[in-house]
């Protein structure tokens, strides 16, 4: 799979142990994320992200902020994107089966590095559910 990343200053060690995650399963990684602690502005570096799935560069993003709430807004407002904010497995779970999420929002301030980790996997091994859920979907956008 090819997995598009972007991480604000809150981000950087969750981004880390992602993407050592996701290159050990194989999966190719475009890192737009900062490495540095020092503040920047969520925007900058998940637009890319959001870039690349719209334009079917990428099968799945994933997005990182304190909250997890301004990069996710950000990356909603290109079309074809649907991020979730997650904060558990459950959630990024649901996402998937019922939402075709094709982004995770992940609050780094309110999980942990296992727990983001955990969420990730889970997020990409998921399949949409498809149904009436595809109906409720189709009016996301408009």
């Not at 200053?9 to 994320?33: F, Q, R, S």
């Not at 074809?80 to 459950?90: N, P």
């Not at 996402?95 to 990409?124: G, Y």
Request: proline share 4%.
């Amino acid at each position: 799979m090819k997995i598009s990343i972007g991480n604000d200053h809150a981000g950087p060690d969750y981004k880390k142990a992602i993407v050592e995650m996701l290159k050990a399963k194989g999966h190719e990684v475009t890192n737009y994320g900062t490495d540095s602690a020092e503040s920047v502005d969520y925007p900058d570096f998940g637009r890319p992200v959001a870039t690349d799935i719209s334009e079917g560069k990428a099968d799945f993003g994933i997005v990182i902020c304190g909250s997890g709430n301004g990069i996710s807004m950000t990356v909603n407002k290109q079309s074809k994107v649907r991020a979730a904010l997650c904060w558990i497995k459950e959630i990024a779970v649901l996402a998937r089966q019922h939402n075709d999420a094709n982004i995770i929002s992940i609050p780094a301030r309110f999980t942990s590095i296992p727990q983001a980790v955990e969420m990730v996997e889970a997020f990409l091994n998921t399949e949409f559910e498809g149904g009436r859920h595809q109906t409720r979907v189709d009016k996301i956008s408009y």
